[in-house]
Structure formats: C-alpha cells, structure tokens
C-alpha cells in the first residue's frame, strides 16, 4: 500500500505489549529507501533517538472508510511493531542531534537481531552497511516545501511524498504547482533519474514543465492501483518505479 508520509507522522506506534511514542519522521538513504523510522517517545525517554527498522512495521491496516485514503487516517490508527517495550527501553542509546553513524545502526542491528541485509541490491537497496563514519540520511519530513524544476524552469513545490509500506521505498512526489499552472496537486514517480539536492533544497525531474501541466490532479480520495500507475508511468514516460 502507499502512504503519504505526512498522514503517519504524529500517529502513536504500538509495540506488542504497549505504546512506545509516535513516529516523527523517515530517514532516506541515496536510494530514497526509507532507512528507520524515527520515533518521538515523550517523557518516557526523553532526550533519546529512537530509531525502528522498517523490517519491524507491520502493514498497515487503514480504518474502514477512511476520509482521505494513504492522506488522512481517522480514529485510533497505530502503526504496530513487532517489538516490546522493554526491546525498545534497552535498545542502543544516542541524543536527539546526534547523526546516524555506521556504529551506531550496527548496534542496533545487533541488538534487536534485524538483517543488514534487508534492502540487499536484489530488493533495490543498498547492500549491508556504509563505509564511511555518517549514513548520510535525509528526512522525508523535510522534503516538503522543496522547489521543483523540470528541464525548462521551474514547476511548484514538493508538498509530500508516498511511500511503499512493503517495499519502504519513496514511489511518488506529491508536487504544489500553485502560483503558475492555476494550482493543483500532481503525483510523480520519483525515478532514479531525479536529483534531489539537500543542500539547495530543490528537485530537478528529467522532463519538461508541460508534462506536468497535463498531469492528472493528484485525488487523495482515490487509492493507487496498478492500472492508474500504468497511466502514471505512460504519461511521464517512466520505468517501472524502483527499478
């Protein structure tokens, strides 16, 4: 299933015996593969980073009827892992600013027993662990607001981002082309061909401004499936997403 990022943020997250917090944010790796989920526990550890592996996310189950379909889940939706509280109590200390390093996801591997090789090349990812001392993660929280450029000038803002909950990779940009092109909300499959620089906060895409002009507007109320993202890819003219 796809979910925008922005509809789990703040949602409480449910170990098996018990509330650990809510989740805070996604960290990217280069693939744009979500690395961890980062987790706001309150005052029950406070001053810690706490970081879940997608491997320990169960699916997500959506509430019957839900307003606004991977935007919006109404009523008491958690996203559940298959983890204790005391796991997550005992689990690898580090301070809220402190950066992701190579030593730190091998304790965390090491403690909780998840497989580094989760998101191994086969599934797309990246194989193991870095080499270098910082994962050099990037938060999907903070791609929002980012200026988007096709090849020829610029076309809105990144307003969100879907995410693969089986997969744990960023599929879809949810792009604002408010101000210029009368305003609307268009998904684009986020390709390996899409820059995305940090620094400068922008995304350049490889295609012209008009093939987002004549995108379809972008329905949260509307699940994906794979005939509308058959019509996605013919439009933009993209690989099979992932690849």
Do not use: C
């Not at 958690?78 to 689990?91: D, I």
Request: glycine share 8%; no cysteine.
């Amino acid at each position: 299933m796809l979910f925008a990022a922005s509809g789990l943020i703040g949602r409480p997250i449910a170990a098996s015996d018990g509330r650990i917090g809510t989740v805070k944010d996604f960290l990217l790796d280069s693939r744009r593969r979500v690395r961890w989920m980062v987790v706001d526990t309150g005052q029950w550890l406070p001053g810690r980073k706490v970081l879940i592996h997608p491997s320990a996310v169960a699916p997500i189950r959506l509430p019957p009827r839900p307003a606004l379909p991977m935007l919006n889940f109404a009523g008491e939706l958690a996203v559940s892992v298959n983890l204790t509280t005391r796991q997550v109590e005992a689990s690898p200390e580090a301070r809220q600013d402190e950066a992701v390093t190579v030593k730190l996801e091998q304790r965390l591997f090491d403690h909780y027993g998840w497989d580094p090789a989760w998101s191994a090349p086969e599934f797309g990812g990246e194989a193991g662990v870095a080499t270098d001392g910082d994962r050099r993660l990037s938060s999907a929280a903070a791609i929002k607001g980012f200026a988007v450029h096709g090849v020829d000038g610029k076309v809105g803002s990144v307003d969100n981002v879907l995410i693969d909950d089986i997969r744990w990779i960023v599929r879809y940009l949810i792009v604002a082309t408010r101000g210029w092109l009368r305003g609307k909300l268009v998904q684009i499959p986020l390709r390996p061909a899409t820059d995305i620089d940090w620094q400068a906060r922008s995304v350049t895409l490889d295609i012209p401004r008009e093939r987002v002009v004549s995108a379809p507007v972008w329905d949260p109320l509307v699940m994906v499936d794979e005939i509308s993202e058959e019509r996605l890819r013919g439009h933009f003219g993209s690989p099979q997403d992932g690849a």
